[in-house]
Nanobody, 126 residues
Framework: QVQVVESGGGLVQAGGSLRLSCTASGLTFGEYAMGWFRQAPGKEREGVSS????????YYADSVKGRFTISRDNAKNTMYLQMNSLKPEDTAMYYC???????????????????WGQGTQVTVSS
């Protein structure tokens, strides 16, 4: 049984930082590309960042480039999203995604994700 669990969300002031974690079990973590989506109230879910199986290549949405850093530790079956210089517009539910390919990132189609976490809320106050 595959489980994908996010943690690290919370309330932070604008300009602050948070680090999200995503731990997966029940799958061979190193065989999955990983990433983060987010969904704000009344908006569509959008891809935030993704990382390849080895962690050597990363991708970011333009809205978070230079502020967010994605990484992974395959020995710990865990992926991270370091979020700095947070803005109120970053407020959203953040979801961890696991997929055998990165087609979902390049097509921005969340139906191509194999496994989802339950989400962790990030709220940035102004």
């Amino acid at each position: 049984q595959v489980q994908v669990v996010e943690s690290g969300g919370g309330l932070v002031q604008a300009g602050g930082s948070l680090r999200l974690s995503c731990t997966a079990s029940g799958l061979t973590f190193g065989e999955y590309a990983m990433g983060w989506f987010r969904q704000a109230p009344g908006k569509e879910r959008e891809g935030v960042s993704s990382i390849t199986w080895t962690g050597l290549t990363t991708y970011y949405a333009d809205s978070v480039k230079g502020r967010f850093t994605i990484s992974r530790d395959n020995a710990k079956n865990t992926m991270y999203l370091q979020m700095n210089s947070l803005k109120p517009e970053d407020t959203a539910m953040y979801y961890c995604a696991a997929a055998r390919s990165l087609r979902w990132w390049f097509s921005q189609r969340d139906d191509l994700v194999d496994y989802w976490g339950q989400g962790t809320q990030v709220t940035v106050s102004s």
